[in-house]
């Protein structure tokens, strides 16, 4: 933070620093004592790849290093560092696979990347040199981070940056030089949307809008929500999701497969960027009036969070819409090319509630406020996932 102009106001002391080592080691060894660790002890040789401080870590606690110790381990990058351990897992010795004269000069640039962080810098050497030098050490661009403000829907603003911001931001000649309030670019947006009348491409014009500014999308939905809200919601998103894997040209909200993420859900959630307040998930079983339509569902939770934001008042940037894919029925989509999710059978019943059972606990130890809606399962299952998971997190589903 202290080299983002975002925080210039802040005073120093204040701005929050990186994970300390101690938070890294009690992140760490769970991970050995669950997984690495049992598999070394069964024969295994395991390949362990991850950030320096993960690595350090693990060697303070394979080694019992004092904190002093570990102070002064320089791992250099993307050198291969072996530990050979006896049967009861304790340290016997270590060594790296290179030369170990190229070791030393790469651990002497690690070292120099610490004291980058620090802020202290070798004699002639500049601060912004210090930050260039490092972020090509740690492969990052700083340039690139300002397009953050360009790129991600949630933080974007467009030409309604002003020019003092664009100044702070680095935004300076990657925008046109005009500075316009909302309403002006809402208008754009309104009159594209007039002159189209069929509703389902009012649809993807709504969504194209989404995935480029979270802001202006909910500008345009407030202020013409009468108009709009059957073109968001029903009826036109019945045909959307009909044409959901043909047609999706963006990006919103998270899929989550039992295919391949069972089992780990709560590691999934964690891609997600922002705080949340409320989920609309579906796992595509009774999709209105249209039977199984497997992932294609996903049209559902986008709809219906979008109706929350505009009509209900969820802060934007804390809703999300989940496509739980439970496999499909549905056999032509087995032999479709663009068909999103798992070209299988639906679970059986017993494994859809463990699924289940497994979001609804990842969701509650992640974000524990938030509230859960259950959307267009199947009847069958819709009841029962209620039944199993309404004493045990805040949640809903208002079909049944």
Request: charge should be negative; aromatic fraction near 10%.
């Amino acid at each position: 933070p202290a080299t983002d102009p975002l925080y210039a106001g802040v005073p120093e002391a204040a701005l929050p620093g990186a994970e300390s080592l101690a938070m890294t080691v009690d992140r760490v060894l769970p991970c050995w004592h669950d997984c690495i660790g049992p598999a070394v002890k069964g024969g295994l040789q395991v390949l362990i790849v991850a950030h320096g401080n993960s690595l350090r870590a693990l060697c303070k606690y394979l080694e019992d290093m004092s904190n002093e110790e570990v102070l002064d381990l320089n791992i250099p990058t993307s050198v291969p560092l072996v530990y050979e351990l006896d049967e009861r897992l304790d340290f016997v010795r270590k060594y790296y696979l290179m030369d170990p004269d190229e070791v030393a000069q790469k651990m002497k640039a690690v070292a120099l990347q610490g004291s980058v962080q620090q802020g202290s810098a070798p004699a002639g050497i500049t601060p912004r040199q210090m930050q260039q030098q490092y972020a090509l050490d740690m492969n990052l661009e700083p340039p690139m981070e300002r397009f953050k403000y360009l790129l991600v829907p949630q933080l974007a603003r467009g030409t309604c940056f002003t020019k003092q911001e664009r100044r702070s931001l680095g935004l300076e000649g990657l925008l046109p030089p005009v500075v316009e309030e909302m309403d002006r670019r809402a208008g754009r947006w309104e009159a594209m949307l007039e002159e189209e009348p069929d509703r389902l491409k009012k649809y993807y014009i709504l969504m194209q809008l989404h995935a480029l500014d979270v802001t202006l999308f909910y500008q345009v939905l407030v202020k013409n929500l009468v108009e709009l809200m059957p073109v968001v919601y029903t009826p036109t998103v019945g045909q959307a999701c009909l044409e959901f894997d043909k047609l999706k040209r963006t990006h919103n909200g998270m899929y989550i497969t039992y295919f391949g993420h069972r089992g780990r859900i709560r590691q999934i959630l964690d891609n997600w960027p922002f705080e949340v307040d409320i989920i609309v998930v579906t796992d595509g079983g009774r999709i209105l009036g249209l039977g199984d339509l497997g992932t294609n569902g996903m049209g559902i939770p986008i709809g219906k969070i979008a109706l929350y934001v505009a009509g209900g008042g969820f802060n934007p940037t804390r809703v999300l819409p989940v496509q739980l894919d439970c496999g499909t029925d549905r056999e032509e989509y087995w032999t479709s090319d663009f068909y999103l999710g798992a070209k299988k059978p639906r679970i059986s019943y017993e494994e859809h509630a463990a699924f289940l059972e497994e979001f609804n606990e990842a969701v509650r130890e992640k974000w524990p406020k938030c509230l859960i809606q259950f959307e267009d399962f199947a009847t069958d299952r819709a009841f029962s996932v209620l039944e199993a998971a309404r004493r045990k997190c805040l949640c809903f589903n208002d079909d049944i």
